[in-house]
Every structure is written in C-alpha cells, then in structure tokens.
C-alpha cells in the first residue's frame, strides 16, 4: 500500500470521528442529526485498517464503521481482554 493511501485511511477515520464528535456534542443541542448519522466508509473488502483506542468510545465506532465496510481491522489497546469483547 503507498503512502498517500495509508494517509486516505487515517483522514477518513479522523473525518468519521469529528462528524461523530459534532453529532453528540453538538446534536443533541441544536439538532445537527441529519445526514451525519449514516456516514459510512467507501467499501474496501480485505483491506487492513489499524485503530488504535478501538476498545470504546470513538474507536470503538470506527472500528464497527470500518468492519461494515469490509476491512479487516487490528485494535490497539492496553487490554487483550477488551479486545475480545469487542469483536464479539
């Protein structure tokens, strides 16, 4: 994989991650809901991504983003354990 499209997949889960922030911060408050819930990533069927902080929060939403969206995904976390919670 080059580099500039590692670099794709990064802005795109930061992208996913900022829209997730704005909608809970700030949705609720002043309903921004609208079309930001069911941003999805483009389908990449056996692709790699690495999350790390994957275990919870906006991690956790990526990493279940990413797996819809047919990447195989690696979780970076202090916690094996937590890990396997997750993908179940």
């Not at 790699?48 to 275990?55: C, E, L, P, R």
């Not at 195989?72 to 993908?87: D, M, Y």
């Amino acid at each position: 994989m080059a580099w500039y499209e590692r670099v794709r997949v990064i802005v795109a889960a930061y992208y996913m991650a900022a829209k997730y922030l704005i909608c809970e911060l700030l949705g609720r408050k002043i309903g921004i809901y609208q079309g930001l819930e069911n941003t999805k990533f483009p389908r990449q069927d056996g692709r790699y991504a690495i999350v790390t902080g994957g275990s919870r929060g906006i991690g956790f939403e990526i990493v279940n983003n990413l797996l819809e969206s047919g990447y195989n995904v690696v979780i970076g976390s202090s916690s094996s354990e937590v890990n396997r919670n997750v993908l179940e």
